[in-house]
């Protein structure tokens, strides 16, 4: 008899065990470790792959309760390419808020779906020549656009006369820059002067150009 109450209070003792156990990992899943996946990435409009470049994924660790957006987001995992352009990342199963590919001369790019083939742009710059015989305002600037085929990046260029600028642009494809003189550094002030011009570098490319305003 003895016997059997004590079989029958270490199998009381396990299945509670067990129970508890269970509980546990309710209330603390194991973290998620992601999907395995294999990306490549190559440069724009060549198709080439590109070595060297940091692709990371990110998740979300807290969101918004109105609005639902991510208000934490932590790195997941990451990982640099090799001379085939590849390299093997962790995707999160849950919570996946973005990706971010990075390379040294190109465009950073942000990704918001999954994928296994991306593309990312070379860079290139212009030395922008400002010329001029007009007394503009000391407190106008210039906003410029430079619209890319796939992005745009806008500067901030204070006027005077006979000065210079660099801008970064997107080598290997069409560049249009728009620009406009503001009387002030307000988008709502009055406009003094706008154009465009349209300039074609390749990557890696430096380019003069005279804008006479």
Known sequence: MKKYIFYLTISAFIAFN??????????????????????KVKEYKTNLPLSGVMFSTYSCKQYDIE??????????????????????????????????IEKSMYWPRIYSENSYEYM?????????????????????YF???????????????????NSNSILTLFGNEENMVDWVL?????????????????????????LSYTLNY
């Open 18 to 39: 067990i129970k508890c156990s269970k509980d546990l990992a309710d209330l603390f899943p194991p973290p998620d470790k992601g999907e395995m996946v294999l990306i």
């Open 67 to 100: 609005f639902g957006n991510c208000i934490d987001q932590v790195l997941f995992s990451s990982c640099i390419t090799d001379n085939n352009g590849i390299c093997n990342c962790s995707f999160p199963n849950i919570n996946f808020e973005k990706i971010t």
């Open 120 to 140: 990312i742009e070379p860079k290139a710059w212009v030395n922008i020549n400002f010329m001029t015989d007009v007394e503009y305002p000391t407190t106008s």
């Open 143 to 161: 906003f410029i656009t430079v619209n890319g085929e796939k992005g745009f990046e806008r500067s901030f260029v204070q006027a005077a006369n």
């Open 182 to 206: 503001y009387k002030a550094f307000n988008s709502t002030s009055e406009i003094l002067k706008s154009g465009n011009f349209i300039l074609k570098p390749n990557k890696f490319e430096n």
